[in-house]
């Protein structure tokens, strides 16, 4: 398995770091969204589960 190049574009190494933390942060910022959305769907099936 070759992996493709990542750095095609002639790009500062710093900028590149940057925009990829950003990235990865921006990621990170959705996934626990995600989880949280997920958490408190099934607190309310749960709880309306209860109440019938």
Do not use: D, F, H
Request: proline share 4%; aromatic share 2%.
């Amino acid at each position: 398995m070759n992996r493709p190049q990542v750095c095609i574009l002639p790009i500062s190494k710093q900028t590149s770091v940057e925009s990829l933390l950003e990235r990865t942060t921006y990621v990170l910022n959705l996934q626990t969204e995600a989880k949280a959305m997920k958490r408190e769907s099934g607190r309310k099936i749960r709880n309306e589960k209860k109440s019938k």
